[in-house]
């Protein structure tokens, strides 16, 4: 495979998946919604949209992704989760149903609907590490945050106010990024752009 302009698979079974699309092919990726195994083969990078974080786990094994999947990050697939993919990124749940699956791929614990239920929806802007140009207006919806960052992995951006002020809400490790919030519903394209660069960067022939 090639890469100048990387194909990310965006995961099709819910969430978001028109919006990182367009996000991520105005950042300068191919993009193909991804549902079946055999699509993971065809990627350089997954993106694990928004929804809600119980029913994609359940999906997964649905659609026997679950365990494929989680093969590819451990080979090092770039994967970026937002909201929901944050939680199934991690290694460990809190608040969530007891028979919930997840990918293992970030050692970060998560809170599950940690700034509360939909109506508690809110807004902020944010200084994330790794993005330039001043702070992200950032959209939290029934959002997660993070209670525990493994030694590998680096805090990208915390809430800067509020109730929750100091709560983690992103972070990388390597190739794999995760955040809280949903960049692709703003029309700020940075988040992406960090990412498809990553996957460029990760593939480019030298």
């Not at 990078?45 to 365990?67: A, H, K, N, Y």
């Not at 919806?141 to 805090?155: M, N, Q, S």
Request: aromatic share 4%; with cysteine; charged share 25%.
């Amino acid at each position: 495979m090639l890469h100048t302009t990387p194909t990310i698979g965006v995961l099709a079974l819910q969430g978001d998946v028109r919006e990182h699309r367009a996000a991520l092919e105005a950042a300068g990726a191919r993009t193909v919604a991804l549902r079946r195994e055999s699509e993971l083969d065809a990627v350089d990078g997954i993106v694990i949209p928004g929804g809600e974080s119980t029913t994609m786990s359940r999906l997964l094994q649905v659609f026997d992704l679950l365990e494929p999947l989680r093969a590819r990050l451990k080979e090092g697939l770039p994967a970026y989760g937002s909201c929901a993919g944050m939680i199934l990124l991690a290694t460990e749940v809190l608040d969530t149903r007891p028979d919930a699956e997840h990918l293992d791929a970030l050692d970060i614990t998560v809170r599950r609907n940690a700034f509360g239920r939909q109506v508690d929806s809110f807004e902020a802007d944010l200084d994330m590490t790794g993005v330039d140009g001043g702070p992200l207006r950032a959209v939290f919806i029934r959002a997660p945050w993070v209670e525990r960052v493994g030694p590998d992995v680096e805090v990208l951006a915390r809430v800067p106010h509020g109730q929750a002020a100091g709560k983690v809400v992103a972070v990388r490790r390597g190739s794999v990024f995760a955040t809280s919030f949903h960049p692709e519903v703003t029309g700020d394209l940075r988040v992406h752009r960090l990412f498809v660069d990553t996957v460029r960067s990760q593939f480019a022939t030298p």
